[in-house]
């Protein structure tokens, strides 16, 4: 139990429609990101928001957006969706509280996402 | 660059046997170092990380993990294979200014024989 909670943890959507991914951080947690895994692949960093602001982007369109909410939690979005996206996208969540050293992340289960 | 390579993409091994999982990382500096467990359908799970210091790491579930600076290695391992332990492992390498941005290897996949 890592207590980050993604929703949904499956969905089935068309292509070209779009997709909202939720994820709830562990508690006094401040920042969140978030990955794409794809079938047989590691996972891919998207993006991450430190304080409701993004923060570092990893090579992904700008279809793929996000925010962060003041309670810390996160959204992914996906606009115009691909057949390619269809993956398991994960949510991770940790402090950058200083002097936390050897900072720990916590991934959530992850929301599978099906493309068709 | 940053990268991180498992050059093994399916290990198998009898249970009881023991096992080693290879990673080797490229980047800049000293990089934070990880290895996570995923159950099919399940997220990740922390096994065990480095930072600094000793370069053995002990994690959870009987692994440990030997950071090996001449040889950007952060391999894997376990004395004593149990049939739960099949699973998919990941390596990843993360930047020590930048805590949540990792980059991750392909994975191994780990198969246990009776």
């Known amino acids: 139990e890592t207590g980050v909670t993604q929703s949904p943890t499956h969905l089935i959507k068309t292509r070209g429609q779009q997709v909202t991914l939720r994820c709830s951080s562990q508690?006094?947690?401040?920042?969140v990101s978030w990955y794409q895994q794809a079938l047989g692949q590691g996972p891919q960093f998207i993006f991450q928001y430190y304080r409701e602001e993004e923060n570092g982007r990893g090579n992904f369109p700008p279809r793929f957006s996000g925010l962060q909410f003041p309670n810390y939690s996160s959204e992914l979005n996906v606009n115009a969706l691909e057949l390619d996206d269809s993956a398991l996208y994960l949510c991770?969540?940790?402090?950058?509280?200083?002097?936390?050293?050897?900072?720990?992340?916590?991934f959530g289960e992850g929301s599978w996402l099906t493309v068709v | 660059a940053q990268s991180v390579t498992q050059p093994d993409i399916h290990i198998t091994v009898s249970e009881g046997a023991s096992l080693e999982l290879r990673c080797n990382y490229s980047y800049g500096a000293t990089p934070y170092l990880f290895w996570y467990v995923q159950s099919p359908g399940q997220g990740l799970q922390l096994l065990l990380k480095y930072f600094s210091g000793d370069t053995l790491v002990q994690g959870i579930k009987g692994f440990e993990a030997e950071f090996k600076r001449s040889q950007s290695s952060f391999n894997l391992r376990k004395p004593s294979v149990h049939w739960s332990d099949a699973a998919e492992y990941f390596c990843?390498?993360?930047?020590?200014?930048?805590?949540?941005?990792?980059?991750f290897g392909s994975g191994t996949k780990l198969n246990v024989k009776p």
């Open positions: 991770a969540s940790s402090s950058t509280k200083q002097g936390n050293s050897g900072n720990t992340i916590y």
């Open positions: 990843a390498v993360g930047a020590p200014y930048n805590f949540n941005k990792f980059y």
């Open positions: 508690s006094g947690h401040n920042t």
